[in-house]
């Protein structure tokens, strides 16, 4: 019987009072990591490798990302939703800050450092680039 209510007492917290473990650095969200994978497979992520050629250093490595397509939905209170995977799919807002004032080559990504200098990574501290970087 304990058991059990233990169970239901788990099943009925509210998901934001739940501990989590702490982590001394930012972890990308699986969310974060389904987008990229998303992306990958629309071609909307893409390395560039004569930008990291030129750079010469093997510990930056310089990553587009293209908006995903944008489609209007009928009826919702948004207007428009992304044209990709529903899992993988963000608010309009967060989805700009991934491509703002991206270079002309690319997001220089860091890789020792764990760093992409887009606007997403500074406010969150992980970013479909450096995720990709760092699968690759």
């Known amino acids: 019987m304990g058991t059990l209510l233990e169970e239901l007492r788990d099943c009925c917290m509210h998901e934001s009072s739940r501990q989590r473990p702490f982590c ?66 963000m608010d309009v807002n967060y989805a700009r800050m991934e491509v703002q004032d991206e270079p002309l080559y690319g997001w ?11 606007n997403y990574c500074f406010k969150f501290g992980a970013c479909v680039h450096l995720v990709y970087a760092q699968r690759n």
Do not use: W
């Not at 992520?45 to 939905?73: Q, S």
């Open 24 to 89: 001394m650095e930012p972890e990308a969200a699986p969310t974060l990591t389904r987008r990229v994978v998303e992306l990958v497979r629309e071609k909307l992520l893409l390395r560039n490798i004569e930008a990291d050629r030129i750079a010469g250093d093997k510990g930056v490595m310089h990553v587009f990302g293209y908006p995903a397509k944008r489609i209007v939905v009928e009826g919702a209170k948004r207007s428009t939703e992304e044209e990709i995977a529903v899992s993988a799919r």
């Open 108 to 118: 220089p990504v860091k890789l020792r450092q764990k760093l992409c200098p887009c």
